[in-house]
T-cell receptor, first 114, second 118 residues
Framework: AQSVTQLGSHVSVSEGALVLLRCNYSSSVPPYLFWYVQYPNQGLQLLLKYTSAATLVKGINGFEAEFKKSETSFHLTKPSAHMSDAAEYFCAVTEGSGTYKYIFGTGTRLKVLA | GAGVSQSPRYKVAKRGQDVALRCDPISGHVSLFWYQQALGQGPEFLTYFQNEAQLDKSGLPSDRFFAERPEGSVSTLKIQRTQQEDSAVYLC????????????????FGPGTRLTVL
């Protein structure tokens, strides 16, 4: 069965510092992987996705993630945090072409300190 | 264009009441999904429609939960005899279609309905 583990339910970084949010997955077949952001009282917004093309994926708002099969990881990074990045971030996996269920991690709440 | 909309945004129900939650997907989107997000958790899959056909309802937690999409557009999630454990945010998502030609069609999420059962 597929699963997603997000290490660290809360992460705090200073404004301008590197953001690193961790995601490890488990899947018996090649996965599709996603990062979503959720602002308070809003729906989930797609940041980026990995669908078996380039392993380094660039998304919106300066975020990127690298798919590492050997480490079963898909960590999210941003070189320099902005105050507006404060939100909850969810990693999700699905089995890929022809499937549809997203399996989400429990989320990481990012706090950006001035 | 308009995104996925859900109504009501907030619903308070007394235990035992029936509730109906509405989802308006993006026009032309074939696939529609319902997820349940408990406090402090990630969303969990409930059910999936392709047009009007409910192809997967394996995530519905009990027979008190019922979803429909009779004309392949608007969907309603109904919860009968609500219980306190039903308190959660219910998210609806739609996508143009399933993956085809190697292209994955992302799911677009609505803002959710926050259900509180007292």
């Amino acid at each position: 069965a597929q699963s997603v583990t997000q290490l660290g339910s809360h992460v705090s970084v200073s404004e301008g510092a590197l953001v690193l949010l961790r995601c490890n997955y488990s899947s018996s077949v090649p996965p599709y992987l996603f990062w979503y952001v959720q602002y308070p009282n809003q729906g989930l917004q797609l940041l980026l996705k990995y669908t078996s093309a380039a392993t380094l994926v660039k998304g919106i708002n300066g975020f990127e993630a690298e798919f590492k099969k050997s480490e079963t990881s898909f960590h999210l990074t941003k070189p320099s945090a902005h105050m507006s990045d404060a939100a909850e971030y969810f990693c999700a996996v699905t089995e890929g072409s022809g499937t549809y269920k997203y399996i989400f991690g429990t989320g990481t709440r990012l706090k950006v300190l001035a | 264009g308009a995104g996925v909309s859900q109504s009501p945004r907030y619903k308070v129900a007394k235990r035992g009441q029936d509730v109906a939650l509405r989802c308006d997907p993006i026009s032309g989107h074939v696939s529609l999904f319902w997820y349940q997000q408990a406090l402090g958790q990630g969303p969990e899959f409930l059910t999936y429609f392709q047009n009007e056909a409910q192809l997967d309802k394996s995530g519905l937690p009990s027979d008190r939960f019922f979803a429909e999409r009779p004309e392949g557009s608007v969907s309603t999630l109904k919860i009968q005899r609500t219980q306190q454990e039903d308190s959660a945010v219910y998210l609806c998502a739609s996508s143009l279609a399933l993956a085809s030609g190697g292209n994955y069609n992302e799911q677009f999420f609505g803002p959710g309905t926050r259900l509180t059962v007292l």
